[in-house]
């Protein structure tokens, strides 16, 4: 049985480990950097989702996150994990067969919901821990030794 990550016409098909997944991972880094009680109070709403959540389950990003400033804050969660993965920071590394996949998954679930925000914000600049440290990177920030 699959699973499906949806927003409007997009979607791409999951396995029901890898949405389970996904979601594990995005609420421990939402957890680790929400920084709003609002943004808190929707790490809680998905930590319920979780928990009632059966094989088969969609995950319907406009259902799941409603408000323009949710999307928001769930796309840096999302780009953020598919940077920790890539990064050896979330999941099991002792084996490498899902990482692609998976950074893959969460980087289109984050597409889709940046895309979703500047169909409304359209100068919306989204912040995650990549665009930083490109940013601090093209300012001179960070110092490449050759």
């Not at 590394?93 to 692609?100: D, I, R, Y």
């Amino acid at each position: 049985m699959a699973s499906d990550i949806s927003l409007k016409d997009q979607f791409i098909w999951v396995s029901n480990q890898r949405l389970s997944a996904l979601i594990t991972f995005a609420l421990q880094l939402a957890a680790e950097t929400a920084g709003k009680d609002e943004e808190r109070g929707w790490v809680e709403e998905l930590r319920r989702f979780e928990k009632q959540a059966w094989p088969g389950i969609g995950f319907d990003l406009d259902e799941r996150f409603p408000t323009v400033e949710e999307k928001k804050f769930w796309a840096r969660v999302f780009h953020d994990v598919a940077r920790r993965i890539f990064l050896r920071q979330l999941g099991n590394h002792e084996v490498t067969f899902w990482q692609s996949s998976a950074i893959g998954d969460a980087y289109v679930t984050a597409r889709m919901l940046t895309r979703a925000v500047q169909e409304v914000e359209n100068s919306w600049r989204l912040e995650t821990e990549n665009t930083r440290e490109g940013d601090d990177y093209y300012s001179g920030r960070i110092n490449l030794r050759m």
